[in-house]
């Protein structure tokens, strides 16, 4: 099998994962109807760059970038209503899902009626992309602090951190294959970033299970 279309199929299957992991905090939040420990941020930025790399494939013609980004798009949706339904902080919340709905109108009106098409407008697009990309790895990084203070790893998901540092690792290799630095670049952070989050649970657990009455953190 060429190793571009292996390449392909393991950034589908993995980015997807990756994007189903927030199957797990639908379930909990239906169950508890509740949406206490679990991050708002992450749905939102997350739904925000498949809408941009979905419109970045569609301008390449990419199939494998369009595929992934309509169903992570979807899923996000679906996450964020779900949230919003269930949060006590409904004002919050709606306050950020307007400014990224903003965000994403000013987006529109720029890249698709103000820039003329053209490579250009593909470079600008992808460029915003990637900031866009690096901000959605960041964003589970914000309560770090909180996290390392409290040594309580609950506001962090394990089976996304393994998801998302396979994710990115293989869409670094699918961009290096297409010389495609908007694709490579902003993947990279994500590779660290998982790192980071590794190491944490690594840490934690290691004190935890050293700790009287140590129960096994629930993944």
């Not at 400014?99 to 820039?115: H, K, Q």
């Not at 790895?137 to 951190?161: H, K, M, Q, W």
Request: charge should be positive; charged fraction near 15%.
């Amino acid at each position: 099998m060429d190793f571009l279309v292996l390449l392909s199929w393991a950034c589908i299957v993995f980015t997807v994962g990756m994007f189903s992991t927030g199957l797990t905090d639908l379930k909990k939040m239906m169950s508890t109807k509740s949406s206490d420990n679990i991050q708002f941020l992450p749905f939102l930025m997350t739904c925000l760059n498949n809408l941009g790399w979905l419109y970045y494939g569609m301008l390449k013609k990419d199939g494998t970038v369009i595929l992934v980004n309509v169903i992570g798009a979807c899923l996000q949706v679906l996450y964020i209503i779900s949230y919003c339904h269930y949060t006590k902080e409904k004002r919050r919340v709606m306050g950020k899902s307007s400014v990224a709905a903003g965000v994403l109108a000013a987006g529109w009106l720029y890249f698709c009626v103000l820039l003329p098409p053209g490579e250009d407008q593909l470079a600008q697009l992808g460029l915003t992309c990637s900031v866009v990309t690096v901000c959605m790895y960041a964003s589970p990084l914000i309560d770090l602090v909180g996290i390392v203070r409290r040594r309580n790893l609950e506001c962090l998901s394990f089976p996304l951190t393994v998801a998302t540092f396979f994710t990115s690792t293989s869409w670094v290799l699918y961009g290096l294959q297409l010389h495609d630095n908007y694709i490579m670049v902003p993947n990279t952070p994500g590779i660290f970033t998982s790192l980071i989050r590794l190491f944490l649970f690594w840490r934690f657990s290691s004190v935890a299970e050293s700790s009287p009455g140590y129960k096994p953190l629930k993944q």
